[in-house]
């Protein structure tokens, strides 16, 4: 299982930026998927970006134009630039990552990353 080691977090105010970085256990480009989900209080955990192993990208449409997601290969280390941070970011950030083995996915995650934004 890929060990998952996530940073960054803090607090900030609306307008301000983070970035959060998240170190593998293993070389990132044999894994799949990785990404970024975020679970505020209250809600369900949702996909914040993700990044491929060919390095395509996705975004939710709330993070879109202002978030960014990147990987270093030769670090195994997944990042995620937030820009423009608003106050509903506020949430917990957790790295993802999803394999495809023996006919099966397999997701590890991390411990996550509190990010809060205040107004």
């Known amino acids: 299982q890929v060990q998952l080691v996530e940073s960054g977090g803090g607090l900030v105010q609306a307008g301000g930026s983070l970035r959060l970085s998240c170190a593998a256990s293993?070389?990132?480009?044999?894994?799949?998927?990785m990404g970024w989900y975020r679970q505020a209080p209250g809600k369900q955990r949702e996909l914040v970006a993700r990044i491929t192993v060919g390095g395509s990208t996705n975004y939710a449409d709330s993070v879109k134009g202002r978030f960014t997601i990147s990987r270093d290969i030769a670090k195994n280390t997944v990042y995620l630039q937030m820009n423009s941070l608003k106050p509903e970011d506020t949430a917990i950030y957790y790295c993802n990552s999803r394999t495809f083995t023996a006919g099966d996915w397999y997701d590890s995650w991390g411990q996550g990353t509190q990010v809060s934004v205040s107004a």
């Open positions: 293993e070389r990132i480009f044999s894994i799949h998927y």
